[in-house]
């Protein structure tokens, strides 16, 4: 029987990566920051979420979290990321902007 896909949680997806303090720390930001990401804006009561470019880095970073949850399909990702792209290390653990394509 396939796995049910469920949709993005972002405070689920939060708390799966270590917390506001493990994230802002992946994302050299503040951990103030990231719990801007989730949850309902205080005045407009309109959800907040994960912003798409720190998302998609920590698709990246740590994709084993995002097993299981809801993947855009080929036909709404951008043509350069439809492709197979090539795994991805990083030169540091500190320094996640220091990113480097894998060696084949």
Known sequence: ???EITPID???I???LGGPSEVARLCETSPQAVSQWYGLHPKTKEPRHI???RLMFLKLVRP????GYEQATPAEQPASTAAAAAPIKLLSPQSPRKLIAKES
């Open 1 to 3: 029987m396939p796995t």
């Open 10 to 12: 972002d405070e689920q």
């Open 51 to 53: 912003p798409n470019s």
């Open 64 to 67: 084993n979290v995002f097993a």
């Open 14 to 16: 939060i708390n799966d």
